[in-house]
């Protein structure tokens, strides 16, 4: 599921961050394996491993213009209230 969401994104010129869920984490990193012997560039697609994922920055971050999430209803409602309150300050 994480391609999915990756190839356009990369195919549009963006860089991208995946935060994978925390029961997870190695085929997110079996993924960035993959984007390594794919030669990507460095930064490009950067993994951020571990709990939480309100406690990452990336939704608080002003300069993130979009999120494409995929879990639980309590997180994405989360994401929903957080990135509200940047939108609109």
Request: glycine residues 6%.
């Amino acid at each position: 599921m994480a391609a999915w969401k990756l190839a356009p994104a990369l195919a549009a010129g963006n860089t991208c961050v995946l935060k994978p869920a925390e029961t997870t984490p190695l085929s997110a990193l079996v993924l960035a394996e993959i984007l390594q012997q794919a030669e990507l560039p460095l930064g490009v697609v950067n993994i951020v491993t571990g709990r939480r994922f309100n406690r990452c920055g990336v939704v608080d971050h002003p300069d993130v213009d979009k999120i494409a999430f995929t879990g639980s209803t309590e997180v994405g409602r989360m994401i929903q209230q957080r990135t509200a309150r940047v939108t609109n300050t």
